[in-house]
């Protein structure tokens, strides 16, 4: 189903990382599509999350799920197996981000039916993610972001942590 002003993207970010946060923030606001961000700041609010829907107590339920694999409390494993879990959940796309997972954690993500990224560095990257978080919500394949994208979001003030992105280099 396509995102529309009257039915946005449902986005889930569990991160402790305010600023992270804000990039995607920004980030999914460069991409022009309506979303609605819910943030939860740790392990222990993400599996209440799970618990809460076991009960049937939140609505609605988000189309994609973003979580940090470093997370205070309960870490990204523990909450994804709590979501891989729960059926009203089981079918979310959960997308894990990190600076550094071994090839063995990454390994065992994918086990769990987790999607992992690398966590973007510039901005390019991060409108890519973003680009990726919008697709697997409306159930299509992304687009490339190009270099013009990331040029116009630099151009509007979108910045990495307060300094500049560098630009894209050619392949």
């Given at each position: 189903m396509d995102t529309t002003a009257e039915n946005p993207a449902q986005i889930l970010i569990i991160d402790d990382n305010h600023g992270e946060?804000?990039?995607?923030?920004?980030a999914l606001t460069e991409c022009g599509e309506p979303y609605e961000l819910s943030v939860l700041q740790d392990g222990e609010a993400a599996l209440r999350f799970v618990a809460d829907h076991r009960s049937g107590l939140r609505q609605p339920e988000p189309c994609v799920i973003v979580l940090d694999l470093d997370?205070?409390?309960?870490?990204a494993l523990a909450?994804?197996?709590?979501?891989?879990?729960?059926?009203?959940?089981?079918?979310?796309?959960?997308?894990?981000?990190?600076?550094?997972a071994v090839r063995e954690t990454q390994a065992?993500?994918?086990e769990m039916g987790g999607l992992y990224?690398?966590?973007?560095?510039?901005?390019?990257?991060?409108?890519?993610?973003a680009v990726q978080l919008l697709a697997l919500c409306n159930k299509r394949r992304p687009p490339r972001i190009y270099a013009d994208k990331a040029l116009t979001a630099r151009k509007n003030g979108l910045r990495k942590q307060g300094r500049p992105a560098s630009p894209r280099t050619p392949s």
């Open positions: 946060v804000q990039d995607l923030r920004g997370l205070p409390k309960h870490d909450v994804l197996a709590a979501i891989r879990a729960e059926p009203a959940l089981s079918h979310i796309r959960v997308l894990i981000v990190s600076t550094l065992l993500l994918r990224r690398e966590r973007p560095r510039d901005l390019p990257g991060l409108l890519d993610m």
